[in-house]
């Protein structure tokens, strides 16, 4: 099983749509959590942290459930220019700092 | 702030010569750098940890002869890809941290191709 598994999608959304999606891990006593975009041939971009209590930037929001062990990103509104690979983020507790990305889930948006 | 660069984007090179790629910080000082490379379509995969002043960690599988890390001052950190094959084609990513910033900022990445 991989450390961190999402979705490849892709997930096809009408522009100014929801669309969500999940990222699991495996490791339980992982400790930070991050949503990076990445857009075709580029590198990715920090998207937003993910706190325990959720949290919300702008458009976007994150969420942590512990106890199943995923993390969620919630796209309100979509724009065309959200079309993109959504990557997940995770820091182990012991790992230096070194983080786990998931293989990232690809968003469409579509007029 | 947290900007990362990168250089060269994008080389071709012969199979069998040695590539150079440079990882700098430009706005922060970062004790730790982190190497990665991405097949197409594929997750980012770790290749090593590189802090300054030290020798880097390696992932498991990687090769430290083939892959040689530099991590010389806060602000740059160098793969060297020795003897590439056509098979270490592949877009080669750093990544940045300091103590002070939450999360990883990225380079531009470089994309290698091993005629």
């Known amino acids: 099983r991989k450390e961190v598994e999402q979705d490849p999608g892709p997930f096809n959304v009408p522009e100014g749509a929801t669309v969500a999606f999940n990222c699991t891990y495996s490791n339980s006593a992982s400790q930070s959590f991050f949503w990076y975009r990445q857009d075709c041939r580029k590198e990715p971009k920090l998207l937003m942290s993910v706190y325990s209590s959720g949290n919300e930037d702008g458009r976007f929001t994150a969420q942590l459930n512990r106890a199943s062990q995923y993390i969620s990103l919630l796209i309100r509104d979509s724009k065309l220019s959200d079309s993109a690979t959504y990557l997940c983020?995770?820091?182990?507790?012991?790992?230096?700092?070194?983080?786990?990305f998931g293989a990232g889930t690809q968003v469409v948006v579509t007029p | 702030g947290a900007v990362v660069s990168q250089h060269p984007s994008r080389v071709i090179c012969k199979s069998g010569t040695s590539v150079k790629i440079e990882c700098r910080s430009l706005?922060?000082?970062?004790?730790?750098m982190f190497w990665y490379r991405q097949f197409p379509k594929k997750s980012l995969m770790l290749m090593a940890t590189s802090n300054e002043g030290s020798k880097a960690t390696y992932e498991q599988g990687v090769e430290k002869d083939k892959f040689l890390i530099n991590h010389a001052s806060l602000t740059l950190s160098t793969l060297t890809v020795t003897s590439a094959h056509p098979e270490d084609s592949s877009f080669y990513i750093c990544?940045?941290?300091?103590?002070?910033?939450?999360?990883?900022?990225f380079g531009p990445g470089t994309r290698l191709t091993v005629l």
């Open positions: 706005d922060f000082q970062a004790t730790t």
């Open positions: 990544s940045a941290r300091s103590g002070s910033i939450f999360g990883q900022f």
């Open positions: 983020a995770v820091r182990p507790t012991d790992s230096w700092g070194k983080l786990q």
